[in-house]
């Protein structure tokens, strides 16, 4: 299993940005998918999960600011990311698994939220 992440960039604060996940080289509708982070200085972090039927959870800090989504079609894991601040400022991983579980990592992308 291959996962690419993109999507990342440098955002003001309450600005939104649209991460992407592509998978291959598996039955991407087998696998629930999660996106997790980590900030400089600081340790991974699980933001969100969506499961093989489409069940979404997310981290307290940022309930009804995100959103991730799947496309079962396209192979592909999406997180909406709105209202974002500055402490979101972090690498971004696509993972394959959850909770607490990961099986693949994808490599990563930037965010970056200034103030």
């Known amino acids: 299993v291959q996962l690419q992440a993109s999507g990342g960039g440098s955002v003001q604060a309450g600005g939104s940005l649209r991460l992407s996940c592509t998978f291959s080289?598996?039955?991407?509708?087998?696998?629930?998918m999660a996106w997790l982070r980590q900030a400089p200085g600081k340790g991974r972090e699980w933001v969100a999960r969506?499961?093989?039927?489409?069940?979404?959870y997310y981290v307290g800090s940022v309930q009804g600011r995100f959103s991730i989504s799947r496309n079962n079609i396209e192979n592909a894991v999406y997180l909406q990311m709105r209202s974002l601040r500055p402490e979101d400022t972090a690498v971004y991983y696509c993972?394959?698994?959850?909770?607490?579980?990961?099986?693949?990592w994808g490599q990563g992308t930037l965010v970056t939220v200034s103030s």
């Open positions: 993972a394959v698994g959850g909770p607490g579980e990961y099986k693949y």
């Open positions: 080289g598996g039955t991407f509708s087998d696998y629930d």
């Open positions: 969506i499961s093989r039927n489409h069940a979404a």
